[in-house]
């Protein structure tokens, strides 16, 4: 499937909408509520649910701009990267993580608009391309987030 700026763009702030209201108004203790997640993984929180989909939608961004790998991500798999990004924020506000959430979809956007048009539709690419914009966003904000907030208070 070939994609344009204008659908990659709504589906993009769609996303970002329903994430963004969901979490605007979160109260302090609800940041903290543990995701249902294997005890393998680190035990994440909203607030590291949040952190992870911003990080990835800021990768999307670095993608765009053609711009290199940070090296401390070089060579890691999934697991590692997730643990980097978790371990990175961990100790951050839900402000800090709220507005940096805020900030990367400004960037995305401009990213979006600014992208050659063959970055849209140079080739032929799944449907849910790209998507750390608005799929894996919506399947974190879904199965994660969603989940955790509708688990009684601990």
Not at 25 to 47: F, I, Q, S
Not at 58 to 69: F, G, L, N, T, Y
């Amino acid at each position: 499937m070939r994609h344009n700026r204008e659908d990659v763009i709504e589906r993009t702030i769609r996303e970002f909408e329903l994430l963004d209201h969901l979490v605007s108004n979160l109260a302090d203790g609800d940041w903290d509520r543990l995701l249902p997640r294997p005890e393998t993984k680190d035990p994440w929180t909203v607030k590291d649910a949040l952190a992870h989909i911003t990080h990835f939608k800021a990768d999307v961004v670095r993608k765009i701009k053609k711009q290199p790998m940070p090296v401390e991500v070089r060579g890691l798999n999934e697991t590692d990267e997730n643990h980097l990004i978790y371990a990175r924020w961990r100790d951050r506000s839900p402000q800090e993580v709220l507005a940096w959430h805020r900030q990367v979809q400004e960037d995305v956007l401009v990213a979006l608009q600014e992208a050659p048009e063959e970055w849209f539709s140079g080739r032929e690419r799944r449907p849910e391309w790209p998507f750390d914009l608005d799929g894996h966003s919506s399947y974190h904000r879904v199965k994660d987030i969603e989940q955790a907030l509708k688990e009684p208070s601990r």
